[in-house]
C-alpha cells in the first residue's frame, strides 16, 4: 500500500495529513473550514484516496493559513506515498459537468509544480471562505505534490458549483494519474529515467 503521512507546525497551524493512494476514498476531515471539509471529502471518495486530515490554524485572524498549509500536507503526503513514482500513469484528466458548471482539470505528475487556474467567481465569499483561497489551495497543493496542474472553469453561475466541480476534477484526473500502469510497473514514465528537473 503506498501510504505517507505529513505533519506541519508552525506559529500559525498545526497540520497532519495522511493518505493512501490505493485506498477506497476513506476520509476523515477537520480543518475547522467547513466548506474547506466539504471539498476535500469530495476528493477522496472521487479520487479513492483515503484521507486523512486534521488542521488547528489561527483562524481567528483569517481562512488563509489553514487552506494553504493543509494543502502543502495533503500534497507533500502524496509525492511521499508516490516515492519515485515508479510504474504510475502519471497523467490524468477529467470533465466534470455539476447542473449549469462545466469545469476541466488536467494533471501531470511530473514532479515540476506548475499551476495554470482559469476560474473566476461572482462574490468574494463563498460561505465563511474567501473565494480567492481556492486558487491558494490548488497553487499549494501542486508545488507540494510536484504535479503540473491546470484548472479551467469553462462556464458556470453558481459559486459552489463551480468550486466543487473543480476538487472533483482533479479528484478523478488524480485517480487515473497515480494508478500503476501493468504493462510499466517497474519504470518511472519519463524518457529522462526520473521525473522533476528540467523538461
Known sequence: MRQASVERNTKETQVKATVNLDGSGRYAVSTGIGFLDHMLEQLSRHSLIDLTVEAKGDLHIDFHHTTEDSAICIGE??????????????????????DE??????????????LIWKAEFSKPKLGDMDTELFKEWFQAFAQAAGATLHVW?????????????CYKGLA???????????RKSGDVPST????GGSL
Request: charge should be positive.
Open 77 to 98: 503526503a502524496i509525492a511521499k506515498a508516490l516515492g519515485e513514482r515508479k510504474g504510475i500513469v502519471r497523467y490524468g484528466s477529467a470533465i466534470i459537468p455539476m
Open 101 to 114: 458548471t462545466l469545469s476541466e482539470v488536467a494533471i501531470d505528475l511530473s514532479n515540476r509544480p506548475y
Open 153 to 165: 472553469n469553462k462556464y458556470g453561475e453558481n459559486n459552489h458549483h463551480i468550486v466543487e466541480s
Open 172 to 182: 478523478r484526473a488524480l485517480r487515473q494519474a497515480v494508478e500503476i500502469d501493468p
Open 192 to 195: 529522462k529515467g526520473t521525473l
